[in-house]
């Protein structure tokens, strides 16, 4: 992903979740996904989705532990 796309979805993130501390930022040796921060913390990956030339899109894969979970 291109550091202008990491932009616009980083502000696109931040204004759809009213999260100003989240982050994305470029994965090493990847240039077809990115990884989403909360402050230091890692929650999941951002992966570009460019099948169809005409339809480009983008997929936020985020796993949730169970014990995450816990109280």
Known sequence: MSPD???KVT???RTKFQLPSI???KRPQKEDSAE???GDEFIGVLYRDD???DD???SFQ???L???LEP
């Open 23 to 25: 982050s994305v930022r």
């Open 5 to 7: 796309e990491i932009r």
């Open 62 to 64: 985020m796993a949730i």
């Open 56 to 58: 480009l899109s983008y």
């Open 36 to 38: 989403v921060y909360i």
């Open 11 to 13: 502000n696109f993130l």
């Open 66 to 68: 169970d014990f995450d």
């Open 51 to 53: 099948e169809d030339p």
